[in-house]
T-cell receptor
Framework: GAGVSQSPSNKVTEKGKDVELRCDPISGHTALYWYRQSLGQGLEFLIYFQGNSAPDKSGLPSDRFSAERTGGSVSTLTIQRTQQEDSAVYLC?????????????FGEGSRLTVL | GQNIDQPTEMTATEGAIVQINCTYQTSGFNGLFWYQQHAGEAPTFLSYNVLDGLEEKGRFSSFLSRSKGYSYLLLKELQMKDSASYLCAVRDESGANNLFFGTGTRLTVIP
């Protein structure tokens, strides 16, 4: 497809389990971001990838969260030993190198519910 | 740190004009964005301001005053489909193009 694709769209898991969320950015977009949106809250930055540079992990809330981007394209966000407070919509976004307006193109998100 | 404030909720009448304000205090500034987000959907880009002044795009306009740390989004001729959350976001100067978002303003358009 032409847009940012995320999977799964919905995930229900039990507390303590690990989950993986996948993001497939728009082809040619070199930058990729993960954000988290909790109910009634704004978008919280988690991690940023730009080309082959080291990722900016400054937004990851704990060491239970990690992300990787393979081949400069698809990214996976992993949450280990999930907690109920991890319940949120996880949004992925990408943007192209040009034009460099900073506009982000978002996927529809993965809704995570931790029971 | 980054602090971005906008009202939580607003209600306006179909056909009217509404102004959604955003104030920001950030450690750096390299542009302000407005995004629209319908319930259960992805945010979509509305506008971008990096210089002071008004940017007009159809029924939507966005204003920026960098000295005051202030922006507003103006929606004219409101339609029912404009009911959505409107997110104000500031880009920092790190070169990462990272956007810091406010909590969003939920706009309800009533007949």
């Amino acid at each position: 497809g032409a847009g940012v694709s995320q999977s799964p769209s919905n995930k229900v898991t039990e507390k303590g389990k690990d989950v993986e969320l996948r993001c497939d950015p728009i082809s040619g977009h070199t930058a990729l971001y993960w954000y988290r949106q909790s109910l009634g809250q704004g978008l919280e930055f988690l991690i940023y990838f730009q080309g082959n540079s080291a990722p900016d992990k400054s937004g990851l809330p704990s060491d239970r969260f990690s992300a990787e981007r393979t081949g400069g394209s698809v990214s996976t966000l992993t949450i280990q030993r999930t907690q109920q407070e991890d319940s949120a919509v996880y949004l992925c976004a990408s943007n192209p190198p040009y034009p460099n307006t900073g506009e982000l193109f978002f996927g529809e998100g993965s809704r995570l519910t931790v029971l | 740190g980054q602090n971005i404030d906008q009202p939580t909720e607003m209600t306006a009448t179909e056909g009217a004009i509404v102004q959604i304000n955003c104030t920001y205090q950030t450690s750096g500034f390299n542009g302000l964005f407005w995004y629209q987000q319908h319930a259960g959907e992805a945010p979509t880009f509305l506008s971008y301001n990096v210089l002071d002044g008004l940017e007009e795009k159809g029924r939507f306009s966005s204003f920026l005053s960098r000295s005051k740390g202030y922006s507003y989004l103006l929606l004219k001729e409101l339609q029912m489909k404009d009911s959505a959350s409107y997110l104000c976001a500031v880009r920092d100067e790190s070169g990462a193009n990272n956007l810091f978002f406010g909590t969003g303003t939920r706009l309800t358009v009533i007949p």
